[in-house]
């Protein structure tokens, strides 16, 4: 009994508190709602390369790619990474009015770079589904599905054996 007259409580200074806090920014609850929901989410997925997974999000802004919080030009250092990872956004026409932040971690910048390529291509798949086949021809959407072999017990690496002694 006791818990539930807590929580009734609680959710009534809760509902307070927030009507307080749009008369004192000026807002109504719909204008709020709004931001709210421009800043949501239109699409997330994933990309992967060798080791190396990029999880993104695209939201409606300007045409700003960000990885690991920095734009996506400096954070990869070479312009075939570059490239690579603006290739979605070369593709589709209307890309200059979303906005894609991405999380990277694991491998090396050019295997960031194309896991950040599929990434891209598989979150405009997700928001609008005819880019589909625009990205399937561009070979966009085709995971490189090479990986480091495992290494092999009793030998050196995967492949290279230990030097043969004869005596």
């Avoid at 509902?15 to 989410?41: D, Y």
């Avoid at 070369?90 to 990434?119: E, H, M, W, Y």
């Amino acid at each position: 009994m006791v818990p539930l007259i807590i929580n009734k409580i609680d959710s009534i200074l809760r509902k307070v508190w927030q009507k307080e806090v749009m008369a004192k920014e000026k807002r109504t609850l719909a204008e709020a709602a709004r931001v709210t929901v421009s800043k949501a989410p239109l699409a997330h997925a994933v990309g992967r390369r060798k080791s190396a997974v990029a999880r993104g999000f695209l939201r409606h802004g300007t045409g700003v790619i960000t990885v690991n919080k920095q734009e996506y030009a400096t954070y990869f250092d070479t312009d075939a990474a570059r490239l690579a990872a603006f290739e979605p956004f070369r593709i589709v026409p209307t890309s200059g009015s979303f906005d894609v932040t991405l999380n990277v971690n694991g491998s090396g910048k050019r295997a960031q770079a194309d896991a950040v390529k599929l990434c891209i291509a598989r979150a405009f798949v997700e928001f609008d589904a005819t880019l589909k086949p625009v990205f399937r021809k561009e070979g966009l959407l085709t995971v490189d599905s090479r990986i480091k072999e495992r290494k092999k017990p009793g030998q050196k690496a995967a492949r290279k054996k230990f030097q043969f002694v004869k005596r």
